[in-house]
């Protein structure tokens, strides 16, 4: 699980990245807001790449789609977007959890010794 909800974040890094050169056409925004938001929101995709498989990693992944989504509001492409990488966290945790439960299966067989 970790190495596909890790490969989500890591885009959603440099989407959000960009998407703070985008807002920064805003008039109503300043610069330093846009950076200091962006910055933020651009770290934690990072950190929680750390902590994925700790109890909350998945609650905070799913906060942070959910940031993506709200974050429309200033830059309307950011629906569509953060409703992309939304669908991407759940295939990421969903489908992740199902092959490391395959892997902790195929783990528990080789460790059994052989009836013949």
Do not use: N
Not at 80 to 97: D, I, N, P
Not at 104 to 115: E, G, K, L, S, T
């Amino acid at each position: 699980m970790r190495t596909l909800c890790a490969s989500t974040l890591i885009g959603e890094f440099f989407v959000i990245g960009f998407a703070g050169l985008v807002a920064m056409k805003d008039p109503d925004l300043s610069t330093g807001t846009v950076w200091t938001v962006c910055g933020i929101a651009m770290f934690l995709s990072v950190a929680l790449c750390g902590v994925i498989t700790r109890p909350g990693g998945v609650a905070l992944g799913w906060a942070l789609q959910i940031a993506l989504i709200a974050s429309g509001v200033f830059v309307p492409v950011m629906f569509f977007l953060g409703a992309v990488f939304a669908l991407l966290w759940w295939a990421s945790v969903h489908f992740g959890r199902k092959v490391d439960e395959a892997k902790a299966r195929f783990a528990a067989r080789a460790d059994q010794p052989d009836a013949a």
